[in-house]
């Protein structure tokens, strides 16, 4: 499959899963849902939904996660119905770690402002 064909895939999946998540789902606990990205493998047959959250907290991360795992039958049926594929891949939605990694990129460099301005 050419990678072309497989970027397009993914992005279709992006842009539908956040619609299915906005418009279609009505689980309290997926609401604030952002799609970040899509991992696809080479034969459409599984794809590793990744998104993030505003909130920071545990607890409500994991009742997100509880939520977008009980309702990802009904996100792979409706990717079903909008997307012109053979067979509606396989999901599985995965917490974007890379939000996390950005925040304590940002309190480091923080700390390190805040040492030399105590230093001056």
């Not at 049926?77 to 974007?96: Q, T």
């Amino acid at each position: 499959m050419s990678n072309h064909r497989l970027g397009r895939v993914r992005q279709e999946i992006l842009k539908e899963v956040n619609d299915i998540l906005y418009f279609t789902v009505k689980d309290p606990r997926v609401e604030g849902v952002t799609i970040t990205d899509v991992d696809l493998t080479g034969d459409l047959q599984h794809a590793t939904i990744y998104y993030s959250t505003l909130s920071d907290l545990a607890s409500q991360r994991k009742k997100t996660q509880e939520g977008l795992e009980a309702v990802t039958g009904k996100v792979r049926s409706e990717l079903g119905k909008r997307l012109r594929l053979y067979k509606a891949p396989e999901i599985v939605f995965e917490r974007d770690r890379s939000v996390d990694y950005g925040n304590h990129i940002d309190q480091l460099i923080d700390q390190i402002k805040a040492k030399e301005d105590s230093v001056d």
